[in-house]
């Protein structure tokens, strides 16, 4: 008994002394680099203040909110906001339009920048090179509502398309009150956005591959593309990885500051999604606990598509955020 007693005190003892090394390092780091962390202080007041405080609100959802009752006062309802949009009959075609908008999104709007980026990297002529990248990153500085105006007036039934397709003996067609077109036009105006901007990343990574690997592959008789496929893409694979990560972890959040702007009642059946939705609902019809209960429905699959994805690449490639 004497020893085992005299073995949990010193496990006690050493404890302490860990907590107590361990509060030293910190205060001594504090010390050290106070600049730094005061430097840091307003980017952690601001994802406090406007990320994680609103999130006292998403109670809402499981209530049914009275602006004049409040948080506290408003009564509990369960999860009956979250039946009645399981149950809604729009509940299938929301589901429908974010999925396949997401996944058109990674089909062809993830992999744009890559193959630019490729692309500008096999670029010799400098002056080339740099007016190219120019051009391309000009959309993203552009407003969106600037571009939504540029694909109304292209669009129109007056429009340039359908001008230069009139030539061909194509019919005219109001392709912004067509329902079929609308994917199309927001997946291709979506890369013509992005491709310039989101390739500065995948550029970066590039200049990072080791240059002595493609002096290997041109003694081994690789030619350029086989460098892209042998070099250059195993070099910006993690990189490609973990932005892919990101992508899937808002597979079920699609902007919708543009498809705001772009749809209207005659393509509510391939627009609509879930983010549209809510604005609607919490917005226009003031629902604000069934809004809210759609927000986070649709935050809670989010994180479980995030945290599965990082999984898999951690055991498939072991590259994941965390």
């Excluded at 109670?59 to 309802?77: C, R």
């Excluded at 007016?131 to 540029?150: D, K, M, N, R």
């Excluded at 230069?164 to 036009?185: C, H, K, M, P």
């Excluded at 070099?235 to 490609?240: A, E, N």
């Amino acid at each position: 008994m004497a020893s085992i007693q005299l073995g949990t005190r010193k496990e006690k003892a050493t404890r302490l002394i860990r907590k107590a090394t361990f509060r030293e390092r910190v205060v001594k780091d504090f010390k050290r680099n106070k600049y730094v962390y005061a430097m840091l202080l307003p980017v952690v007041a601001y994802f406090l203040i406007f990320h994680y405080g609103p999130m006292y609100g998403v109670q809402i959802a499981f209530k049914n909110y009275d602006v004049t009752k409040g948080f506290l006062g408003s009564p509990w309802v369960g999860f009956e906001h979250f039946v009645e949009f399981f149950k809604s009959y729009y509940f299938w075609r929301l589901i429908r339009n974010t999925l396949l908008l997401s996944l058109y999104s990674l089909i062809f709007v993830f992999p744009a920048p890559i193959i630019f980026a490729l692309l500008l990297n096999e670029i010799r002529n400098m002056k080339f090179k740099r007016l190219t990248q120019t051009i391309t990153y000009l959309p993203h500085f552009i407003s969106l509502v600037v571009v939504v105006g540029i694909l109304v007036d292209f669009l129109s039934p007056q429009g340039l398309i359908n001008q230069i397709l009139s030539v061909f003996g194509v019919d005219v067609t109001n392709y912004l009150q067509e329902a079929g077109w609308f994917r199309t036009i927001f997946i291709s105006s979506e890369v013509w956005q992005t491709v310039g901007w989101g390739s500065i990343i995948y550029l970066a990574a590039i200049t990072n591959v080791n240059p002595q690997l493609y002096e290997a592959a041109k003694i081994d008789g690789a030619g350029r593309f086989r460098q892209i496929i042998h070099v250059t893409i195993p070099g910006i694979l993690p990189t490609i990885t973990i932005l892919f990560i990101l992508q899937l972890g808002s597979l079920m959040t699609v902007g919708y500051q543009k498809i705001i702007l772009l749809y209207n009642p005659l393509t509510y059946e391939t627009a609509d999604v879930i983010s549209t939705y809510i604005y609607r609902k919490g917005i226009l019809d003031a629902s604000y606990s069934y809004s809210a209960a759609i927000g986070l429905f649709d935050a809670v699959i989010n994180f479980g598509i995030l945290v599965l994805a990082n999984r898999i690449s951690k055991k498939v490639g072991e590259t994941s955020l965390w």
